[in-house]
């Protein structure tokens, strides 16, 4: 078993009870060796390291591909410990426990695992599914407000491609949802890999042998803000100021009306996200805006044409195979504008 360091400071009986199940069903389960836990989050993911040392430990072991490496934490570490078990033996069975909110909604129940090189994100990788995943919502009882709120985003992005009456619905509860309540949160949760699932069991491409991936709405400027931000901005908030970016770049083109898009941006601000991050404005040494270069990125991760979602309404994502770089500054500069009004307007009125 691999857990997440976090995890186990934040739910210190934890690792009792996972040996305790293990003892109780000693006849037909054996752990090799106490549970290794490594520090989750992106760190995890940006180097070689831990992939080598659980390696090490399916090796010295004798994990073969009948026995399971089982992965508990958040959407890094399980990112992390699937490539070291899809690499092992070519591949030893691997279970997923995920322990936030984005990775039970979303990355837990997917097919993709990997870790950072280059400064690029998820570059080395391997398409494997899990030999299964066990979402437990009390895991997320320790998880920090910014982290129980993160998934709700990846939940936000497929209602938007997908699914028009699950969005109305997380507007609907979009305040109990930012208040944490937790019946709303395990039906987002429950509908959220849902969709994801269906998108994986029934779009034809699960191993992305195509250009496109439409569940990576939002994500070509997320990713590359992750890296410009040197992973201070979390997936979940990067991909809220893609999502953000992507739906103000649909109105300039004239795919998405200004009613939608100010309906879209209102939901993102009201479960508690940002819609502007500095490092959108970082240039390189010729003036050049940093984040553009994520467009390059993320084509070349796939390969082929380039390739990305935008919405035509609300339930409705369409491709498009090039993008108009001054309507994305232009853009761009539209968040930094509705930040600094937001900014404005909680600043009390001077006497
Ligand atoms: N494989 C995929 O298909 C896919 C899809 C989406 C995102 N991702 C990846 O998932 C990662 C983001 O995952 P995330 O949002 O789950 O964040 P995370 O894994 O970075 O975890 C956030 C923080 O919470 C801690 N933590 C985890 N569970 C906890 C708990 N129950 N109590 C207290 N602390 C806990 C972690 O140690 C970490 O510090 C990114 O690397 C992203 O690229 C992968
Ligand atoms: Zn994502």
Redesign the pocket.
């Known amino acids: 078993m691999v857990m ?4 186990c400071r ?2 210190p009986n934890l690792v009792n009870l996972v040996l305790a199940y293990f003892k109780r069903h000693n006849d037909c389960l054996k752990l090799v060796c106490d549970p290794m836990q490594f520090e ?3 760190r995890t ?1 940006n180097s070689y390291f831990h992939v080598s040392e659980i390696h090490s430990k399916v090796e010295m072991h004798h994990i073969d591909r009948h026995s399971y490496v089982i992965a508990v ?5 399980l ?1 992390m410990v699937g490539l070291a078990s899809s690499t092992a033996h070519r591949g030893v069975r691997h279970v997923r426990i995920p ?2 909110t ?2 039970q909604a ?2 837990g129940v ?1 097919v ?2 990997g870790i950072n090189a280059f400064g690029k ?2 570059f080395i990788g391997a398409f494997t599914p899990p030999f299964a995943v066990i979402n437990d919502f009390d ?2 009882s ?3 407000d910014r ?1 129980k709120r ?2 709700y985003i ?1 939940a936000v992005k497929v209602a938007l491609i997908r699914d028009h009456e699950f969005y109305d619905w997380i507007e609907a509860e979009a305040e109990a949802l930012a208040a944490f309540s937790p019946e709303p949160m395990r039906r987002l949760i429950h509908r959220c890999a849902e969709l994801h699932i269906n998108h994986i069991a029934t779009s034809g491409d699960p191993f992305e042998f195509g250009s496109a991936r439409p569940l990576d709405f939002g994500h070509w400027a997320a990713h590359k803000l992750e890296q410009l931000s040197e992973y201070r901005i ?3 908030e990067a991909v809220a100021i893609g999502i953000a970016l992507d739906v103000v770049y649909a109105r300039r083109t004239g795919h998405l009306t200004a009613g939608t898009v100010d309906r879209i941006l209102t939901l993102i601000e009201s479960l508690g996200f940002e819609l502007f991050a500095n490092e959108l404005l970082h240039e390189d040494e010729s003036g050049a805006l940093q984040v553009i270069t994520g467009l390059e990125e993320f084509r070349e991760h796939l390969g082929g044409d380039l390739t990305i979602t935008l919405l035509r309404e609300l339930g409705q994502g369409f491709e498009v195979h090039e993008m108009n770089l001054p309507l994305v500054i232009e853009s761009i500069y539209e968040l930094r504008g509705r930040q600094a009004g937001r900014e404005q307007s909680v600043i009390p009125a001077r006497a």
């Open positions: 997440d360091e976090a995890l934040a739910q989750g989050g992106e993911k934490g958040g959407g890094a570490l990112d322990s936030t984005l990775s979303d990355s997917g993709k695992n994100k998820n895991l997320l320790s998880l920090s982290d993160n998934g990846e979390r997936h979940g």
